[in-house]
């Protein structure tokens, strides 16, 4: 039985402003457990802040993390009752604008801090006296700590410094960071071995709209994608005219996100990476399984929009833009860890279209996933129902058909990988049907991801060499592959198994004036085995 992990969220008051805007208010602090149909309490069920029918209930639960990513994120071990009070403070005065009128599900959420609004002005300076952090207040900031009678507060309040002094060391340590400083809480001047890196205030302005290139087309995407991706054709055009549309979007315009469903090894990721070359935008591929709420060890979708920062170049503009692959997405329920419930609620938000405050040793900045390219994929086991072929010869299964998006969604839904609402923020489900025979055979031969087809090209080029394969060596490359449990994944590799020593040769005897290399089923099974001609 899997170990409960204790998790702590705030619970807001849900009041109502007018018809689909509302106000959520903090108003404590409750302990429990993160579950698929909301947080449990040793007192009651709270739904999340997910969808406009949880907005309906008085009260809803969100900012939800466990007692260990506390711990992490503030640095700060062994005071359970403190631990949770300061992050109840850290909480307290953020009251959020919901708006959840919108057609295609999203629902922007804006952030009130009302501390913030009260304490303008306050200035806050640190510097190395000699090996030691120190800080300095002004009046504002002293005047704010000295007012305060409640001890708690005031514990509060200093051990925040003490955390700001202990970053600073790091950053001292690290990169000869010797002053920052704060100005409203956000950092206003750095000191690196004496020169000053002024960091002006960041305004918000309308997103400049990057318009297609001249050379990216519907038309020029679906072509390079079918050069490259065989038996997916009616799929293939879905996704081009989703990911076009998606590129050409402007600021307000929708962005749909896409779930690939299939076995392994049927093109998928293939699919997506070929995509992002033609259209020339940055990704990122992660593993969704491996995805952890913020604070705990692992990778965090944090660290997964860092990366797609990093990639565009630390072009924020082009990352928001980029595109996010989240492979075996079927899995984000086939886990015991009781945090994968959060994880499921982060990656939801993501993909609506959420904002995500990047805070690392390297950048700072806010990142808005609502025009980000959201592309996830998976086997999903479960639903795969193979029927077998009957009659004279028949050992191998039919090709199983994954039917169509309503048919994929009501699958999933059955199997209970996602609820029907989870499904909502997903806008197109494909099928990637298994490969028939002869669909390998093209790929191997023909599609410009194959390493044959590279090869053959290659040596054309540099040897003046003609590649040629045998049938019998065809037939024997498949039979391999579906051996494999991967499917066509493993084609390039066992190509060029199969023709190492052959290259060797070529390198060894260019000057002998051979016209042919004919590979065959001996080829196949021992790579010593061609024919030069």
């Keep these: ?93 953020t009251v959020f604008f919901v708006d959840t009128s919108k057609e295609d599900g999203f629902m922007p959420r804006n952030e009130i801090n009302l501390r913030a609004l009260n304490r303008q002005g306050a200035d806050v300076s640190l510097y190395m006296d000699e090996s030691i952090p120190a800080l300095i207040l002004n009046e504002k900031a002293l005047k704010e700590l000295t007012d305060t009678t409640d001890i708690e507060e005031i514990r509060l309040i200093l051990e925040k410094y003490k955390r700001l002094m202990k ?20 950092v ?17 302005e309308p997103l400049e709209v990057k318009k297609a290139s001249k050379d990216i087309s519907y038309q020029g995407l679906r072509t390079y994608l079918k050069e490259r991706i065989f038996g997916h054709d009616e799929e293939i055009d879905t996704i081009a005219q989703k990911l076009y549309m998606n590129h050409t979007a402007e600021k307000g315009e929708s962005v749909e996100s896409i779930l690939l469903v299939g076995p392994t090894g049927t093109g998928k990721t293939e699919t997506v990476h070929a995509a992002c070359e033609y259209l020339q935008i940055p990704y990122v591929e992660v593993n969704a399984s491996n995805i952890v709420p913020q604070g705990i060890k692992g990778t965090s ?51 609506s279209g959420g904002t995500f405050p990047i805070d690392t040793d390297r950048f700072h900045f806010t990142f808005q996933s609502l025009m980000t390219n959201k592309i996830y994929a998976g086997v999903f086991d479960r639903i795969h129902e193979v029927k077998k072929s009957i009659g004279f010869g028949s050992n191998i299964g039919e090709i199983e058909k994954m039917g169509t998006d309503e048919e994929l969604r009501r699958k999933i839904i059955q199997k209970q990988y996602f609820s029907q609402e989870e499904l909502t ?6 099928g990637y049907d298994d490969l028939d025979r002869d669909t390998k055979r093209r790929i191997l031969l023909s599609s410009k991801l194959s390493e044959f087809a590279k090869k053959k090209a290659r040596y054309k080029r540099q040897f003046g060499i003609d590649l040629i394969a045998d049938e019998s060596y065809v037939e024997a490359i498949l039979d ?11 084609v390039n590799n066992v190509v060029k198994r199969s023709m190492d020593d052959a290259e060797r040769a070529l390198l060894e005897e260019e000057t002998k004036g051979y016209k042919k290399l004919v590979l065959t089923k001996e080829t196949a099974d021992d790579s010593k085995k061609f024919d030069l001609l």
Aim: proline share 3%; aromatic share 10%.
């Design 425 to 430: 923020r997903i806008s197109t489900i494909l």
């Design 167 to 186: 970053t600073f060391k790091d950053m001292n340590q690290k990169k000869g960071v010797t002053k920052i400083h704060l100005k409203n809480g956000k």
């Design 1 to 93: 039985m899997a170990k409960i992990i204790p998790e702590y969220g705030i619970k807001y008051r849900v009041m109502k402003l007018a018809p689909e805007k509302y106000l959520l208010f903090p108003i404590s602090l409750v302990k429990g457990e993160g579950k698929v149909e909301g947080f449990q309490t040793s007192e009651e069920l709270l739904p999340y802040a997910n969808t406009k029918e949880d907005y309906q209930n008085r009260y809803v639960v969100d900012s939800i993390f466990a007692l260990d990513e506390l711990e992490y994120i503030y640095d700060f071990e062994g005071d359970e009752e403190f631990l949770t009070s300061y992050f109840m403070d850290d909480h307290k005065d």
């Design 480 to 490: 391999q592959i579906e051996k494999s449990a991967t499917g066509m994944r493993t």
């Design 301 to 351: 979708i944090e660290d997964v929009i860092a990366q797609l920062y990093e990639s565009s170049g630390r072009n924020l503009e082009l990352a928001e833009r980029g595109l996010v692959f989240l492979d075996e997405f079927d899995k984000l329920n086939d886990s015991d860890l009781d945090i994968k419930a959060s994880v499921k609620n982060i990656l939801l938000t993501f993909t």
């Design 188 to 204: 206003d001047s750095i000191e690196v071995d004496r020169r000053i890196v002024e960091i002006p205030e960041k305004k918000i």
